[in-house]
């Protein structure tokens, strides 16, 4: 069984602060994929990134960073310098691959950046 | 290049009633997969559809189903609305089904 957990329900940061979003997750396949997509007020999921279970880089893009550690089930997600833009709720999802196509979403994390 | 595209935007129908909701997927891609996102919680994965067949099926109940067409789109089904029913529904689509699921904007579905 798959499951995503986000331990933070609402999170709310002045403008420039940085702020990392939680992701623990479980699955018992060794090969997985792990998402974070970003839902603002519209409703539409917008896709930010996916990562394989077999590369542990941290990635950057920009004001976005992540840190997956296996080790303790994470896929954190951290802005840095935060804009009134970035407020939205924030998914995690995972798909154990194979012939499991589903998205498993975390409940989200709602970030609000005030001026 | 066009994303993926949902109709209509938003929807009030009346408990037992039957609505069918659309969805065209981004240019290039042959999977559709819908979910349904009650509110203040994540999506839930309703079924995949692939080569015009469902190739995946959440939990979800017989009054939920779908179809796909030859040019990919796809349709929800739901028969015998409940209020539970109320919710966003979403379309995703990718290459193939282990791909990166791009969303659309959603169906507001409301049941009285």
């Known amino acids: 069984a798959q499951k995503v957990t986000q331990a933070q329900t609402e999170i709310s940061v002045v403008e420039k602060e940085d702020v990392t979003l939680d992701c623990v997750y479980e699955?018992?396949?060794?090969?997985?994929?792990l998402f974070w997509y970003k839902q603002p007020p519209s409703g539409e999921l917008v896709f930010l990134i996916r990562?394989?279970?077999?590369?542990?880089q941290n990635e950057i893009s920009g004001r976005y960073s992540w840190n997956f550690q296996k080790s303790t089930s994470s896929f954190n997600f951290t802005i840095t310098a935060s804009q009134v833009v970035d407020s939205a709720v924030y998914f995690c999802a995972l798909n154990s691959g194979g012939s499991n196509y589903k998205l498993t979403f975390g409940k989200g994390t709602l970030l609000t950046v005030n001026p | 290049d066009a994303g993926v595209t949902q109709s209509p935007t938003h929807l009030i129908k009346t408990r037992g009633q039957q609505v069918t909701l659309r969805c065209s997927p981004k240019?290039?891609?042959?999977?559709v997969s819908w979910y349904q996102q009650a509110l203040g919680q994540g999506p839930q994965f309703i079924f995949q559809?692939?080569?015009?067949?469902?190739?995946q099926r959440g939990n979800f109940p017989d009054r939920f189903s779908g179809h796909q067409f030859p040019n990919y789109s796809s349709e929800l089904n739901v028969n015998a609305l409940l209020l539970g029913d109320s919710a966003l529904y979403l379309c995703?689509?990718?290459?193939?089904?282990?791909?990166?699921?791009?969303f659309g904007p959603g169906t507001r579905l409301t049941v009285l």
């Open positions: 699955t018992r396949d060794t090969t997985y994929y």
């Open positions: 240019s290039g891609h042959d999977t």
């Open positions: 990562r394989n279970s077999f590369d542990e």
């Open positions: 995703a689509s990718s290459l193939g089904g282990a791909d990166t699921q791009y």
């Open positions: 559809y692939y080569e015009e067949e469902e190739r």
